[in-house]
């Protein structure tokens, strides 16, 4: 496929549908901004629609790109990112973009954008609003090494442990009225709580407090809708922030947890993580972070709304984690739960690789010489058996 060039850098140009070949009842929509040259590549956002179970193909389009009308325009007409939505894959309910195989249409989504544009590889945002906010809650650990940065707009979870995340930044941001039909008076129709009320939003953002995971938490004053001039505020805010991401390759902490996602409807396995690869497990059972909602579930006034919380609680899973750190001069520490032998890969620009690398795994210390024939973008690598 050759790359489009014929698109006239004046103003923004929305263009699609388009089809992926293995993908053929998915249209694939997009908005290129103004500025665009084919020789200069952009920023990519990859955008995961709203709607729910009955939202047709065409919902992109419809609802987020459609000149005028559009929710996420005009605040991305002009900024230097390429916008790309695809259709989400059909399921019996709003949990759309949570389903296993849908990370490998993402992917598939961003090899084809980079070959229809000029795309610069260490700038893909991933972002999603309501279900699409789900989707982005469920793919961020499970892609966190391809991006460099995820956006989670009044989306839901379940069960997760965000540090999967490490290493990709995260925008995560939500109405403080999202389930109000309107913050101005009582609700007509109001929404649930356990659809994507603020508490999700909060109970993430105290999770990547305790866990270190770098984050920006924007809480605006509206409510679900992207129309509302809060929301609208806030994703400017996004805008600028995702325009100064650049995905790190080699960040100093980064975690494998198997399963994860956002348990919503299940979650997924996942080995491998920047520099970090689970090569084999035991049996044992890991505990994901669980959010717990309290207050009523539909909120017919403002009070009720405020009555609306939550607490957190522990999930066992069957699985495995791998969290690492590195330390500088060659030093690495790793914390191991069921893992049975892991692979550390490495880069120049992490460690020595003509030295001794020494790891501290749950205390005991193996040092060991790095090997020549890593994964991808990392020459070498050091293999570890726990026994």
Request: glycine share 10%; net charge negative; hydrophobic share 40%.
């Amino acid at each position: 496929m050759e790359r489009q060039t014929n698109f006239p850098p004046a103003a923004p140009d929305e263009i699609g549908p388009w089809f992926l070949p293995e993908y053929p009842d998915r249209p694939v929509y997009g908005l290129v901004p103004s500025g665009y040259r084919p020789d200069r590549p952009l920023g990519l956002l990859l955008f995961l629609h709203g709607g729910d179970r009955d939202s047709p193909p065409e919902q992109p389009h419809l609802l987020h790109l459609k000149r005028k009308t559009g929710l996420l325009r005009p605040p991305i007409d002009h900024h230097p990112l390429l916008t790309v939505a695809p259709a989400a894959p059909p399921a019996a309910d709003g949990k759309r973009w949570n389903r296993a195989g849908v990370g490998r249409y993402l992917l598939s989504v961003i090899e084809d954008a980079c070959r229809r544009f000029a795309i610069d590889r260490d700038r893909i945002i991933l972002g999603g609003h309501s279900m699409g906010g789900f989707g982005a809650f469920h793919q961020a650990p499970l892609l966190a090494d391809r991006l460099a940065g995820v956006w989670m707009s009044s989306g839901a979870w379940l069960e997760e442990d965000f540090r999967g995340c490490l290493g990709t930044g995260i925008y995560l941001m939500h109405g403080r009225w999202d389930c109000a039909s309107s913050y101005r008076e009582s609700h007509v129709e109001p929404r649930h709580h356990d659809w994507c009320g603020v508490s999700f939003a909060r109970a993430a953002h105290e999770l990547m407090l305790r866990d270190d995971v770098p984050h920006v938490y924007d809480e605006h004053q509206g409510g679900h809708s992207l129309r509302w001039e809060p929301a609208q505020l806030a994703l400017r805010r996004f805008l600028v922030w995702a325009a100064r991401q650049r995905r790190n390759r080699y960040p100093a902490r980064c975690a494998v947890i198997s399963p994860n996602g956002s348990c919503d409807p299940d979650l997924e396995a996942c080995r491998k993580s920047f520099w970090l690869e689970i090569t084999a497990t035991v049996p044992g059972t890991i505990a994901l972070d669980r959010i717990v909602l309290t207050g009523p579930n539909i909120a017919w006034h403002a009070e009720e709304l405020e009555m609306q919380s939550y607490y957190l609680a522990e999930a066992p899973h069957p699985g495995a984690r791998l969290i690492g750190e590195n330390l500088g001069n060659n030093k690495f520490m790793l914390q191991a739960e069921n893992v049975r032998s892991l692979r550390l890969h490495l880069h120049p620009a992490m460690a020595d690789l003509t030295r001794e690398v020494e790891l501290r795994v749950n205390g005991a210390i193996v040092r060991a010489m790095p090997e020549a024939g890593g994964d991808g973008a990392y020459p070498a690598a050091v293999a570890v058996d726990l026994g």
